[in-house]
Structure formats: structure tokens, C-alpha cells
């Protein structure tokens, strides 16, 4: 029992939770935004990114990232941004979509996250950099993953934006973001 208690009561696990949360609500708003049906599986595949992925995965990267690089100044905060973009903001980006394939079934699991990664990323840049530049100056380390899970909502709706619309991605492309 108080192995559970631990567990339940453990930053981590609150983390991941509320991320999950955040993912799953920015899927159920963008389905009402859109007038679509209750899609009870899209918003599960939502809660399990951000339950089992996300949220467990940016609590280890920010005890990583405060262990070397301590400290909040200006400094110190700007190389934290830096490194997180050209890091693991890519690899998130990228896992997004291929685990969605994945939770989906489908055969081609690289395809969309081929297609819809890279213009994600770029996007993001103009979000996140601000977003983290005030995590990493303001916020203590063990409310890093709730403050993105509340930044992350908005963000999040993006992603579900981005998951469910191939026109908005084309325009995306058209706005000059290529792939090479």
C-alpha cells in the first residue's frame, strides 16, 4: 500500500497525469471546435502520448538538463533553450506523430511524421522559445512538466490541429517551411 501511496504521490506520476489530462482535453475542445462526433479512441491516443510519453519524458530531460546546467539566470536559461531545441524538441515533435501512427494501426507508422514533423518544429519555435525562456527563469524544477502541461494545452490543441488537418500542413509548407 505505501508503495502505491509513493507512486500516486509522487511528482512524476502527477506529472504525467496531468499532461495526459491536458492532451486529452485539447483533443476533446478541437473535436466540439470542429463540430466532430465523440471520438473516445482519438482521445485516449491523446491521454497515452501524454501519460506515458510526454510527461514521463520531459520530467527526466528537465532533472537532466538542471543537473548541468544549475541555476536560473538569463544565461543559464537561454542555453537551456538552446539545447532543448536543437535536442529533444525535434525528437518530440517527430515522436508525436509516429506514436499517434502507431496507437492508430496504421502500416506506414513514419509517414505522417514525415509529412507534418518538420513544419510542426518550425511553428513550435515561435511558442516554445518564449514558453521555456520563463520555465527555465521562473519556474521551480519540480513544476517544470505542470507549467508546460498548462502551455502544452495550447500547444496541444495545435497538435491535434496539426494530426487531423492536411490542408492546414500544406499551407504551412506554402508559408516557405520546406523539407528539403
Known amino acids: 500500500m505505501n508503495v502505491i501511496r509513493g507512486i500516486l504521490s509522487s511528482h512524476l ?11 486529452a482535453i485539447s483533443e476533446c475542445a478541437q473535436q ?3 463540430g466532430e462526433s465523440h471520438d473516445t479512441e482519438r482521445i485516449l491516443r491523446m491521454a497515452i502520448w501524454g501519460f506515458v510519453f510526454y510527461g514521463p519524458g520531459n520530467y527526466g530531460w528537465y532533472k537532466v538538463l538542471d543537473r548541468f546546467l544549475p541555476g536560473n539566470t538569463v544565461k543559464t536559461a537561454m542555453k537551456k533553450v538552446l539545447l532543448e531545441k536543437v535536442t529533444v524538441s525535434p525528437f518530440w515533435c517527430y515522436t508525436f506523430f509516429a506514436v499517434q501512427s502507431l496507437l492508430e494501426g496504421k502500416s506506414e507508422v513514419l509517414s505522417e511524421a514525415n509529412e507534418k514533423a518538420l513544419p510542426t518544429f518550425v511553428i ?17 524544477h519540480v513544476y ?9 494545452f495550447v500547444w496541444a490543441n495545435f497538435l491535434c490541429l496539426m494530426k487531423r488537418n492536411n490542408v492546414f500542413t500544406r499551407a504551412v509548407y506554402q508559408l516557405g517551411v520546406e523539407t528539403g
Open 13 to 23: 506520476f502527477r506529472n504525467a497525469v496531468f499532461v495526459g489530462s491536458s492532451y
Open 32 to 34: 466540439k471546435i470542429f
Open 124 to 140: 513550435g519555435l515561435s511558442f516554445w522559445i518564449p514558453a521555456q525562456t520563463l520555465n527555465f527563469l521562473l519556474v521551480p
Open 144 to 152: 517544470r512538466v505542470v507549467y508546460l502541461g498548462a502551455a502544452g
